[in-house]
């Protein structure tokens, strides 16, 4: 058998070297990307679509004392199609920081304003809105007394 000449080896090991290193960067990259998606990122928001358009509402509820309310319900119908008489109920909690956004809401209406009831408990709260004066609409919600 023919034997490798000793001057190969240092470049073989090298190679080898590199590419265990390679693996195990590529390997963290993987690994952190991954406790990422598990974690989630803090800024992320609930959400929930419509699909109709490009107009949000963003909410932030609050209790009677300016605390952050978790899980309240922010819920509306819109109304679309011939003569409004389809419908689509959305619903999305708050989080721990009492924010929830709607999107995908459309930029006109054949039956203004869209009405949002914030619920959590016994209170309850309604804003409107226009999306064709307001597409991007931001309420601050108190709930309570």
């Given amino acids: 058998m023919a034997q490798m000449p000793t001057r190969d080896l240092p470049i073989l090991a090298s190679s080898a070297r590199g590419r265990v290193v390679y693996f195990v960067l590529a390997g963290l990259l993987v690994c952190g990307a991954g406790a990422e998606a598990l974690m989630g990122r803090p800024a992320d928001v609930p959400s929930v ?82 999306p064709a004066i307001n597409c991007h609409a931001t309420f601050t919600v108190t709930l309570g007394k």
């Fill in 49 to 130: 679509s419509a699909s109709m358009g490009s107009c949000t509402a963003d909410f932030t509820v609050n209790d009677a004392s300016n605390k952050p309310v978790f899980d309240a319900k922010v819920h509306t119908i819109v109304n679309y199609g011939f003569m409004s008489k389809r419908n689509t109920e959305l619903t999305v909690g708050t989080d721990s920081s009492g924010k929830a956004r709607i999107e995908g809401l459309p930029d006109k209406l054949k039956k203004p304003p869209m009405q949002f009831t914030v619920t959590k408990g016994d209170a309850s709260q309604s804003v409107t809105n226009d």
